[in-house]
């Protein structure tokens, strides 16, 4: 069992910067693919952003590549989103979420993340 939790959430203005980290608890932090999702209201969840075990591939949603950095230590068992140049449009709950397929295929789908955190409120005001 992987237990998340997420913190680092709030409110910044438009162009501010925000940095979340998932703290995780539980065995064999480093074999998974760690993820970043958020759920705006009234909108499906989406995919942010994904790192493998060993920080060696990442991937990112379109929509916030060259603006978010997904990084991770696994001596802390924490992986961080840091958020720059923040939009009206990246308000969300933001969730971690642990993922045991290695494929990078994988790191988009929601379906394939076996373990969630609660998540973090992240508003950003125009």
């Known amino acids: 069992q992987v237990q998340l939790v997420e913190s680092g959430g709030g409110l910044v203005q438009a162009g501010g910067s925000l940095r979340l980290s998932c703290v995780t608890s539980?065995?064999?932090?480093?074999?998974?693919?760690m993820g970043w999702f958020r759920q705006a209201p009234g909108k499906e969840r989406e995919f942010v952003a994904a790192?493998?075990?060993?920080?060696?591939?990442?991937v990112y949603a379109d929509s916030v590549k060259g603006r978010f950095t997904i990084s991770r230590d696994n001596a802390k068992n924490t992986v961080y989103l840091q958020m720059n140049s923040l939009k009206p449009e990246d308000t969300a709950v933001y969730c971690c979420a642990a993922n045991p397929y290695t494929g990078t295929y994988s790191y988009p789908l929601p379906s394939k993340y076996a373990y969630w955190g609660q998540g973090t409120q992240v508003t950003v005001s125009s």
């Open positions: 790192i493998s075990w060993n920080g060696g591939n990442t």
């Open positions: 539980g065995r064999s932090f480093s074999s998974y693919t």
